[in-house]
C-alpha cells in the first residue's frame, strides 16, 4: 500500500495527512507535486486542505487545472482510490469527480471547531469500518463549506446511497446537512471535516483514524 | 486578427442564498436607507482577447465563462463586449 499525497502551492494539510498515515498508521507516503503526472505505484491519493493557488476565484477552481489532477481522473476511473479533505473536497468537486459545489459558510465566518458527524453511508471504501449511523467527532475549519446542489442531484446522491457524512448541528448551512459525499462508486470520497487531524493519541479525538486505516485493511 | 474588450458578470444563482449580499443589505438600513429588498454580489471580469471575429472571442468567452469563470452548480454569468474591436498590426 502506498498513498500519494497532493501538495498544490498553498495547501497547508499535506504533512498533516503524511503524519496521519504513516508516523500514525505506518503506510508510506509520498508527497505528489502538482505539476506531475505519473500516479503509478499509488494505491490511494489523498488531496490535502488548504488554499490551493491561493483559492482565487472560487476555492479549487484553478487547482482543478493542474496537471496531476489530468491523470487523476484515469485513476479514478480505474479504481484508484481517492479522498479529499476540505480544499481537496472543493477540488473534487470543480473538477467534476464528485457533484455539488462548496461556497460561503452560510454565516459568513471561517469556522474552526470540533463537529459531531453521523456515518450515513458506508458504502464507500474508506467508510468500510464504520456502521451506519455510528457517531464520530473530528474537527472542521473552512470558510466555503456549505454544499449546495440542484434538488435532482441531491435526490441522486440520496437514492445512490452517496452521503456519507452529516453534521449533527449544521455549522455552514449545507443542503441535507451534508458534510461529505462519495462518487457512484464509492471509491472517492469527498470530505469538509479533518479525519487527519484526529489521527493521534496527543492532538486529543482518534475518530478520523477509522477512516485512513481503510486503507490497512 | 483583433482585440475585443468583453465583461463577464458571474452571479449567485438566485436559489442559492447570498450571505454576503444578505450582510451587505443589512448595513444599508444602518446607513439609514430603507427599501432595499433584494442585494446579491457577483464578480465582474474584464478581459481583452484576441480573435479572428466577434463570434470567435465570444465563443472562446462562453467555453471560458462556463469552464472556469463561472461554476455552473450555483453561478450563472452574463457576457457584455465592451467598446468597438481593435484591429491588431501583425
Known amino acids: 500500500m502506498n498513498i500519494g499525497v497532493i501538495v498544490f502551492p498553498g495547501s497547508n494539510c499535506d504533512r498533516d495527512v503524511r503524519w496521519a498515515t504513516e508516523a500514525c498508521l505506518g503506510v508510506p507516503t509520498s508527497f505528489l507535486w502538482h505539476e506531475t503526472t505519473d500516479l503509478d505505484g499509488y494505491d490511494a491519493i489523498v488531496i490535502p486542505g488548504g488554499f490551493s493557488y491561493g483559492d482565487y476565484l472560487r476555492c479549487g477552481a484553478i487547482a482543478r487545472f493542474a496537471p496531476v489532477l489530468n491523470s487523476l481522473i484515469s485513476f479514478v476511473d480505474k479504481g484508484g482510490k481517492v479522498l479529499g479533505i476540505c480544499n481537496g473536497f472543493q477540488i473534487l468537486t470543480e473538477l467534476g469527480i464528485l457533484q455539488g459545489a462548496l461556497t460561503r459558510n452560510k454565516n459568513l465566518h471561517f469556522i474552526c471547531d470540533k463537529a459531531n458527524l453521523s456515518i450515513a453511508s458506508t458504502k464507500s471504501f474508506w467508510m468500510k469500518n464504520y456502521k451506519k449511523l455510528d457517531s464520530i467527532s473530528l474537527p472542521i475549519a473552512h470558510g466555503e463549506g456549505r454544499f449546495q446542489c440542484s434538488s435532482d442531484v441531491l435526490k441522486k446522491l440520496q437514492d445512490d446511497d452517496s452521503v456519507a457524512l452529516r453534521y449533527f448541528d449544521n455549522p455552514n448551512g449545507s443542503i441535507d446537512d451534508i458534510a461529505g459525499i462519495t462518487n457512484k462508486n464509492g471509491n472517492v470520497l469527498g470530505m469538509m471535516p479533518h479525519p487527519e487531524r484526529a489521527c493521534d493519541d496527543v492532538l486529543g479525538k482518534i475518530d478520523g483514524k477509522s477512516i485512513l486505516s481503510a486503507l490497512l485493511s | ?90
Open chain 2, 1 to 90: 486578427m483583433s482585440l475585443f474588450k468583453a465583461r463577464v458578470f458571474v452571479h449567485l444563482r438566485p436559489s442559492v442564498l447570498d450571505p454576503a449580499g444578505e450582510a451587505t443589505r443589512s448595513a444599508t438600513k444602518r446607513l439609514g436607507i430603507d427599501g432595499v429588498t433584494q442585494l446579491r454580489i457577483g464578480k465582474s471580469i474584464e478581459l481583452e482577447i484576441e480573435a479572428a471575429s466577434k463570434e470567435d472571442a465570444r465563443s472562446k468567452i462562453e467555453i471560458m465563462s462556463d469552464r472556469l469563470l463561472a461554476n455552473p452548480v450555483i453561478e450563472d454569468w452574463t457576457l457584455e463586449f465592451k467598446d468597438e474591436q481593435k484591429s491588431l498590426k501583425n
